[in-house]
């Protein structure tokens, strides 16, 4: 289980920003309004309408961080990759 993933159990019914980074260098971004997450060991499903939105995999990281620069703005890391989280 990635450490302090709870700290993501009260949110829902909301937009998800994630902002994927290689080497500080964004590759990707995904944004969407979703009803509820389902967080496993393996992954945070984020659904909508009684259907999986989008699927994040949990298994390259050990910890989530709080960013402190927005209120809802987490973030998971290894050495050269970064998912950043943002909840509106």
């Given at each position: 289980?990635v450490?302090?993933?709870q700290?993501?159990?009260?949110?829902?019914?909301?937009?998800?920003i994630?902002?994927?980074?290689?080497?500080d260098?964004?590759?990707?971004?995904?944004?969407?309004?979703?009803?509820?997450?389902?967080?496993t060991d393996?992954?945070?499903r984020?659904?909508?309408?009684?259907?999986t939105?989008?699927?994040?995999?949990?298994?390259?990281?050990s910890?989530?961080?709080?960013?402190?620069?927005?209120?809802?703005?987490?973030?998971?890391?290894?050495?050269?990759?970064?998912?950043?989280?943002?909840?509106?």
């Amino acid at each position: 289980m990635v450490a302090g993933i709870q700290k993501l159990h009260h949110l829902g019914q909301c937009q998800v920003i994630l902002n994927f980074y290689e080497d500080d260098m964004m590759i990707e971004r995904e944004a969407f309004f979703f009803e509820d997450m389902v967080i496993t060991d393996e992954q945070i499903r984020f659904n909508r309408k009684n259907q999986t939105a989008f699927h994040l995999d949990l298994s390259p990281y050990s910890k989530l961080e709080v960013l402190g620069m927005f209120k809802n703005y987490f973030a998971l890391r290894t050495p050269n990759k970064r998912v950043e989280l943002y909840f509106v």
